[in-house]
């Protein structure tokens, strides 16, 4: 079993500031490290808001060289991070995402299965709302000498894509409470998204939001009509009223910017 050495990883990524997936050439010989069946976030994209850490879990696998054994831990490391763009430019120590820890297990020889999480700042990891794309799986791959020197190192992309969004909020209102059968309710609301160059939440303008209702008793929410936000992410339509129960506002959510859906209002119709 071995834990995962990521302060060397940031450390190492910092000081070769690799512009592409290439070693500097004193060091370019290929490891020999594979590393395989990495998945992220169980698949699924990683949400993230304007303060709360986020650690989705990471698994992979290490196939080491001939030569090596996965029982000398100090011999290896290979750790996967996240880059975006067409080089490794936010794969080096200003912008990378790396494994915030991770223990590896010996299958065979040469093969071990490893687990952790990734650890995601978004006051610190994510500068501009462009991070909200979808980020490439590089891997950091090193061997070391005996007396702790670094042998060779080599990063490289693999296929593997997570994508990343911004976390999104909505508000709901329906006045007037109560409201007699027959006359209008008016529902207003707003939807936010975080903004991680502001570290706060604002407006999302234009986006198609579907304003839902549980009938009292009911199970399921139905949707009613779909509302264009505003340009500050302002939401307001008029229904008619015609039965006791709840109101929300459900936003499906984008490629860079995660579902949200409301709390509930009841309105009492009498």
Not at 46 to 68: A, D, M, N, Q
Not at 102 to 124: F, K, N
Not at 152 to 160: D, H, P, Q, R, W
């Amino acid at each position: 079993m071995k834990s995962g050495r990521t302060g060397v990883v940031a450390a190492l990524a910092g000081a070769l500031a690799l512009s592409a997936f290439t070693a500097p050439t004193a060091q370019a010989a290929d490891t020999g490290i594979t590393v395989s069946r990495i998945v992220v976030n169980g698949g699924k994209p990683i949400v993230v808001g304007t303060s709360e850490v986020k650690e989705p879990p990471i698994s992979f696998r290490i196939t080491l060289p001939s030569g090596y054994s996965t029982a000398n831990s100090s011999a290896y490391d290979a750790n996967p991070y996240l880059y975006h763009g067409t080089t490794a430019a936010k794969g080096a120590d200003s912008g990378g995402l790396y494994p915030g820890s991770y223990i590896c297990y010996e299958t065979s020889a040469r093969i071990a299965d490893c687990e952790g999480h990734l650890y995601i700042d978004p006051y610190y990891r994510l500068d501009s709302n462009n991070d909200a794309t979808s980020w490439t799986i590089g891997v950091a791959v090193m061997l070391w000498k005996s007396d702790g020197g670094l042998k060779t190192a080599e990063f490289k992309a693999t296929s593997g894509r997570v994508q990343i969004r911004r976390w999104a909020k909505a508000t709901v209102n329906a006045a007037p409470e109560p409201v007699k059968k027959g006359k209008t309710i008016t529902v207003t609301g707003s939807l936010t998204r975080a903004d991680w160059v502001r570290h706060k939440y604002t407006g999302v303008s234009a986006a198609t939001v579907q304003l839902q209702f549980r009938k009292k008793g009911a199970s399921a929410y139905s949707t009613v009509k779909s509302v264009k936000s505003g340009s500050t992410g302002a939401l307001k339509t008029t229904v008619t009223a015609s039965a006791d129960g709840y109101w929300r506002w459900n936003f499906g959510g984008w490629s860079t910017t995660g579902a949200a859906t409301s709390p509930v209002d009841y309105v009492d119709v009498n």
